[in-house]
């Protein structure tokens, strides 16, 4: 069974970095994309960042400069790297995969979720 794992969260400054992980358990056969999500309180989950089994990355405006995603040495390992931290950053941040288990078929995982505050 394929389960995302995330870690990294916590309380921190503004002006502040902090970098959140997401791993992947399970037998997977590749991997199509894998990005992080957020969800502030009262807000609407939204994409923050995604990186294409290319390489290819993706930013929303908000992050764009100060957030970097990349995979691990790991396979199937994602990073989420924070700079200069504002808390409008405060969200609960959720790792998402979509995999592919075998060839031609292919599936959307989400994890846990990890909570980033923002806050002097």
């Known amino acids: 069974q394929v389960q995302l794992v995330e870690s990294g969260g916590g309380l921190v400054q503004p002006g502040e970095s902090l970098r959140v992980s997401c791993a992947t358990s399970?037998?997977?056969?590749?991997?199509?994309?894998m990005a992080w999500y957020r969800q502030a309180p009262g807000k609407q989950r939204e994409l923050v960042a995604v990186?294409?089994?290319?390489?290819?990355?993706e930013y929303a405006d908000s992050v764009k400069g100060r957030f970097t995603i990349s995979r691990g040495n790991a396979k199937n390992t994602v990073y989420l790297q924070m700079n200069s931290l504002k808390p409008e950053d405060t969200a609960v941040y959720y790792c998402?995969?979509?995999?592919?288990?075998?060839?031609?078929?292919?599936?959307?995982?989400w994890g846990q979720g990890t909570q980033v505050t923002v806050s002097s």
């Open positions: 998402n995969a979509n995999l592919v288990l075998v060839p031609g078929r292919s599936e959307s995982y």
């Open positions: 399970g037998s997977i056969f590749t991997m199509n994309a």
């Open positions: 990186i294409r089994n290319t390489g290819t990355t």
